[in-house]
């Protein structure tokens, strides 16, 4: 394919042929070249279609804030709908698609929605689609739905990586043009830490796209030399293809580097982007300037774009949209445009100069104090209509027409905490009011937009940076630049009876505004919600401004009064993927595996995520074919003989000094002052409402050191509320905690012979005996010829029970050890299937009982809460609405009819009562297959249920129109007299 | 946020979990004659202001200390990083 | 002016000369019967519920910036009724079936999309909770399903069922949970208050109350002073700023900013709202096309309306997880908004020791789908000095009493509600 419209020159590398498609069309362009530069140097202008009207699109910029040539990149996993063609690195392969329509790019069936504009005009749909009352979602909506969207997700998962890394610097430099390299050579040759980011690939900026020259080299040249001298310096690190996404809090920027974007695929273990937290101590933001538009009639025609944009398609691109160009402009740049153009060999046919008293032009048709009041050419631009200062309509033929209304310093960043630009009546832009603290603004984006002002103003502000840093400048080595002053005569719109487009994308036209003023929506925000202009993807930056100055017109108010929206993070759009970095997926939050987790994989359990753990549920034995066969034998194994479970996942907190049994005592409900050492009591720890917080058991392993388990889920929390008890109430208590909960691997052991075996790995010389060792006894011990270890008598399970721990490392080996010794008894290892059925056989609350709704009096606990003592959570209590007469207590349930299956979250109602929230009695919590006793059991709160023993009530699930007559008992199912754990 | 650890230095407020007003260290009288309103406020009221604010941060994912941060909530201005033991006993506490 | 098909057509055909403001832009009175402080969601609701149902139209709203200006116009725009407890379900049932009626009721259409709200569970202790929940909003007449795995995989077949962290392994549906188009429902409000004679005053600011022997006489604003027999208070957000110059220094509420996200446009790829359960990430698909998203709060208090990246990505992390499809979609906004964090995660509908003096607030993140029952629940209080039957447990004094409304369990501490 030929590149019809390639022009000589370029910062294009034509030794580097690429090959790639569009619409499935073959074409050629250059390394160095843009998806859209390479289009347009093949004749290509229509490349997009527009969201509302779905009116035919070319691109109106050369940068990352085109809100029209947007297509979807690539293909497969890969597909990236919304690309921004301007800023899409051409790379040999490259497929696109064009997006949003239906048919072809050329001919889109919904390109009728065009000619009913009319019904279509800003918030008609608030207006209609009321009638009837279920067509909305029958029909109205699903219509809405499906025309709406731009591009397409292609449904897959992303097969690309994304990293996250840190990044520490005393200066930041926003932006690679003039001001900001003028910044970063100041800073960097002083020697401070500097990090230049900049979101194009070639660094420069403007440089890059105008024929200034910078003493005596040309600015792309000058710009390169900078960076050469940059990149050389070990305490300044360059991030091309970076682009710098917010100004947050403390000097602390976002940044998304675009590392791979501009190959076919990231190479080998590359992520495809990185997104960057940098921490800086000052930040120079020089992110230059916008170009904006001036509206006229059907100023979308593709062809159309901002003079600014067509210098750098034909200086930097060598590329020109049409062989011959017309120029609009109410400024001087409108000018060195016609001069650029001419200088590549581009016919210009005229130079449309709104202002009649602007500069003279010689090099082409100069028809000073005339606006283009329209634009033919449906999907490509071949004439405009030119209104002449005599009031003559003339029509000029060409193929583009380069548009400059002037220049909008790029303020956003200096906005993202709140605050506002003012306003520059010389300009006739908004240029930055209150900065973030540590930033400072230069060269364009401050509303300097001479060459020499730029490189001046990045150089100070550099300095100034340094020397609030304690560094001193060395004084800057400028060149020789271009000072030409900033002419601009406002024209935001040309106005005429036709359409003229302010929000490109969204399809927002001066009459829009118009509208939304003649219907009261006249504040800004009410403007943007209203007409969706500004809310398109480039989020305003190429038509606020006119929209603004459209509805300042018609209130009759300046354009600072009218206000500016809100500018928010990020900059330009950001994939959600980088956002989330390798935390995707299975890698979404890390695993913590047990200490017995090998040996339980070896046996093939099945495990279950708890919080961040993953424990063994249980552990099927061959020929079993359903998890309750696992667990029923697991059960019945364990009360029968014996069983092993890992409950490393506990909370372990150390608890030492002379005042931990008074602390202890303070943070549990119940007494603890005067628990023997050698012992160990369960503990009821209550948060400061009065609410159980948690429950675990305490050890005393010496008069001043005590060792506290929490429950799996509460194991950070109790830890960090005990700190906060320690530091902030009681300062002075002599105690010190530590959590342990990974220096202990730690079993139950648990059944009829459990000592049995127990006494065959602990050491001789420690009696475990019942009379030595008796229920909730505890002590330091060794196992297995000298392994130091902890044992505690207590029991979850109900059944003569231990808890053994030994340090982590040493978890795996015990679990075999002991399995290999209680090969004689039969010993299985039991999941937290098993687990959970023996508790709830036993009546103990767990994790489903203590909800953070529930009080010691709702546990059945009530008598425990101290009165005689202060502890955390006790006075709370005492209030009248945790004390009703009808409170919720925890009782237990069993199906009248043996052969039902109770369900945790059914509700209870009363015998003969209708099902219904006035009769609701409370709500089932745990349930379980008992297999000790053959039926279905269940816990739960019950109101008043401690009183109502024996009754037979209705456990109801209306979710699966089903319900079970329950009776209720108490909720220790299984020895209930606790005979056999102090056996 | 970047929060100036006063034993550790500037880490990112990331390492850290928030808990609430400063208040929360003046914990009532327990055998107060009405110690239940007096914990009724302490738990619940919050001055909320808009303007400076004294919180208390955690550093979990650092030396567990307790801070006490003045940090303004209109701007997030850091200007004060205290350890809560401190404070705490500044204003009385004890055992 | 009423709004219709027929009327849309016409003004297309005739240059759409005939449209008028949707609102007057009225000086305020000296006195008004009522004053609503906030021209937000709640306010604008109770300004028509008031004129609609009590038959009060001396009624002024005020708003100290634009209409529609602060949470209802930052929100997620979902709206449901699978609230957990008593205290709740019913007031969100009645609010929900105030939204199923709103655009025949306003004449506008706020696009009120009952497609389904899905909570996903992840654990059978999480499936039980659901059961829990689910069935106590059957037992109050309101719709839910308890989905399986395939069950969720029907609505929404892109999700992770193969590699997730934590595994899907349900869901709880509410079908008639859903969106609504946020600022249409402020503009909606205001335009049938408006119709109804309600005075709609933006850039009004109130700076002082006139409370005299403990009876509200009126206010002091940037327009000058405005008398009124009642006040009611709806300024979520703001609700100290606003309570301290009525004297009321304390309130069971903490500032916080939620962040919220929208994506690019994007051709439709989900049904409803989804929302995860084991990460904090819910999200929707606009009419527009993008995802509209958010997660948690960032968890300090402030008044900023901004939050930092820490959440941004902790966010997105959860999406990630669950819908790794959308890695290529681009997050095109983010914004924030200061929540009224009460202290059980519940809000507040009450009458304040100043006589006169009503309070609306304490929403936390929930505000925007409570909308048209908080109206019509404040304006009820302050028509009749009497709480609404299904607003009755929203006092000030449930903490006093320990009948605190924890939807969470999270106790008294607001940043985890």
Known sequence: MSQTNRLQGGQIDRSKVLNFTFDGKAFQGYQGDTLASALLANGVRLMGRSFKYHRPRGPISSGSEEPNAIVELRSGARQEPNTRATIAELFEGLSAKSQNHVGSLKFDFLAVNDRLASFFAAGFYYKTFMWPKAFWEKLYEPMIRRAAGLGSLSMQTDPDAYDKGFLHCDLLVIGAGPSGLAAALTAARSGARVILADEDFAPGGRLNAETFTLGNTSGAEWAQAAVAELSAMPNVRILTRTVVIGAFDHGIYGALERVSDHLPVPSEGKPRQILWRIYSSRAVLAAGATERPIAFRNNDRPGIMMAGALRAYVNRWAATPGKSVAVFTNNDDGLRTASDLIAKGVKVSAVIDS????????????????????????????????????????????????????????????????GLPVWNADLAAFVPGSLPPGMVVAGAANGEFSTAAALASGAKAAAGALDALGLSAAPADLP????????????????????????????????????????????????????????????????????????????????????????????TPVPIGAFAGRSAGADFRPKRLTPSHKWAAEQGAVFVEVGMWLRAQWLPRQGETHWRQSVDREVAATRGSVGICDVTTLGKIDVQGPDAAEFLNRIYCNPFAKLPVGKVRYGLMLREDGMAMDDGTTARLAEDHFVTTTTTANAVGVYRHMEFCRQCLWPDLDVQII???????????????????????????????????????????????????????????????????????????????????????????????ALGVMRIEKGHAAGNELNGTTSALNLGMGGMVNKKKDSIGSTLSEREGMNAADALNLVGFEPVDRSKTLLGGMHFINRGAPADAKNDQGYMTSVAFSPSLGHSVGLGFLKNGAARKGEVIRAVNPLANEEVEVKVVSAHFVDPEGERLRG | MIINHPL???RDSQEFVYLGDASLIDRPDWQAENAVDQFHEYLYQRTNPAGEHQELWFHEQGDRSWLVVTRNTLTHEITAVELARDVARRRGRSK | MRYSGFKVIKEALTGHKGWTPAWRDPEPKKHYDII????????????????????????????????????????TTIIRSNYLLDGNEPFYEFSMQLWENLEQDLNYNAMVSQRGVLNLCHTDAQRDAFRRRGNGMR??????????????????????????????????????????????????????????????????????????????????????????????????????????????????????????????GLKPVLPGVITYGAGHFYVSQSDKGGLVFGGDIDGYNTYAQRGNLPVVEDVCEGGMSIMPMIGRARLLRIWGGVMDMSMDGSPIIDKTDVDGLYFNGGWCYGGFKATPASGWCFAHLLANDQPHPVASAYRFDRFRKGRMIDEKGMGAQPNLH
């Open chain 1, 355 to 418: 202002r009649a008293d602007g500069p003279a032009f010689s090099g082409a048709e100069h028809l000073r104090g005339a606006v283009v009041t329209d634009a033919l050419g449906r999907l490509g631009l071949h004439s405009v209509k030119v209104k002449l200062a005599s009031g003559e309509i003339r029509q000029i033929p060409c193929e583009a027409l380069g548009v400059s209304g002037g220049w909008n310093p790029n303020v956003h960043l200096t906005c993202h905490q709140r």
């Open chain 1, 739 to 833: 959590s342990t909960t990974e220096a202990w691997a730690q079993f139950s052991v648990a059944g009829p012979n459990a000592r049995k075996l127990l006494q065959k790995i602990v050491d001789p010389e420690y009696d475990i005996s019942n009379e030595a060792f008796p229920y909730m006894g505890c002590g330091e011990i060794t196992v297995c010829g000298g392994l130091r270890a902890r044992l505690f008598r207590i029991s979850f399970s109900g059944e003569l029970a231990y808890e053994i721990a030994v340090p982590t490392r040493y978890g795996d080996g015990l679990v075999r050890a002991m399995m290999e010794a209680g090969r004689e008894f039969d010993a299985v290892v039991y999941g937290t299937e």
């Open chain 1, 480 to 571: 020789q630049a271009e000072d030409a002053p900033t002419r601009v005569s406002p024209l935001w719109y040309v106005p005429h009876k036709g359409r003229a487009w302010l929000d490109q994308q969204n399809d927002v036209t001066v009459k829009d505004v118009k509208l939304a003023h003649q219907e009261g929506f006249r504040s800004v925000e009410h403007l943007k919600r209203y007409t969706t202009m500004g809310m398109a993807t480039d989020q305003g930056k190429t038509s606020n401004i006119g929209g603004l100055a459209v509805m300042a017109e018609m209130t009759g108010k300046s354009i600072p009064d009218t206000g500016t929206t809100i500018y928010r993070p990020p900059y």
């Open chain 2, 8 to 10: 550790l230095g500037p």
């Open chain 3, 139 to 264: 037992l109050n007449g309101v719709d839910a399903e308890l989905l399986d795995k395939e069950g969720v995989r029907k609505i929404a077949p892109f999700l992770n069922f193969d590699s997730a962290r934590f595994p899907i392994k349900g869901g709880l549906l509410q079908p008639r949970g859903g969106t609504v188009r946020h600022d249409a429902v402020a503009w909606g409000y205001a335009r049938a208050a408006d119709s109804r004679g309600v005075d709609i005053i933006q850039n009004c600011e109130v700076t002082g109350f006139k409370i005299e022997n403990g009876k509200v006489l009126g206010v002091e604003t940037t327009r000058g002073f405005i008398g009124a027999n009642r006040i009611g208070c709806a300024v979520a957000g703001s609700s100290g700023k606003v309570m301290a110059q009525a004297g009321i220094h304390r309130l069971p509420i903490e500032s916080h900013v939620l962040q919220a996200f929208v994506s690019e």
């Open chain 3, 36 to 75: 609503v402080i906030g021209g937000g969601g709640h306010g604008l609701a109770t300004a028509w519920y008031l004129a609609k149902v009590f038959g009060k139209t001396n009624v002024a709203v005020l708003e100290k910036g634009w209409i529609g200006g602060g949470n209802v116009g930052r929100n």
